[in-house]
Nanobody
Framework: QRQLVESGGGLVQAGGSLRLSCKAQ???????????FEWYRQVPGNEREMVAR???????NYPDSVKGRFTISRDNAKRTVNLQMNSLKPEDTAVYYC???????WGQGTQVTVTG
């Protein structure tokens, strides 16, 4: 049983929004609170690309490709990390993965498809 479970992917038109969620369903609360999380995406044939990072202190980091459009957040009480994606572009189409850095946990991925 996976440690991280993503949800919220789907099909959206360019300019639209999606919100992805990552539930750390088996992680005890104290561990979750001290963990750093990332969202990655991957297009077939390409390496995974980090698109957002949030530390235990809620410091966030984004690459230029998504800065100003994507927002990562965390709800420690719910052991959930979210990725709000706005102004989506066709080049955002990918499988999106949640990742916990210290233990190298990965979710199963959720497909995001943006039509132009």
């Amino acid at each position: 049983q996976r440690q991280l479970v993503e949800s919220g992917g789907g099909l959206v038109q360019a300019g639209g929004s999606l919100r992805l969620s990552c539930k750390a369903q088996r992680m005890i609360l104290s561990t979750f609170n001290g963990a750093d999380f990332e969202w990655y995406r991957q297009v077939p044939g390409n390496e995974r690309e980090m698109v957002a990072r949030i530390t235990s202190d809620r410091v966030t980091n984004y690459p230029d490709s998504v800065k100003g459009r994507f927002t990562i957040s965390r709800d420690n009480a719910k052991r959930t990390v979210n990725l709000q994606m706005n102004s989506l572009k066709p080049e955002d189409t990918a499988v999106y993965y949640c990742h916990e850095r210290a233990r190298d946990y990965w979710g199963q991925g959720t497909q995001v498809t943006v039509t132009g």
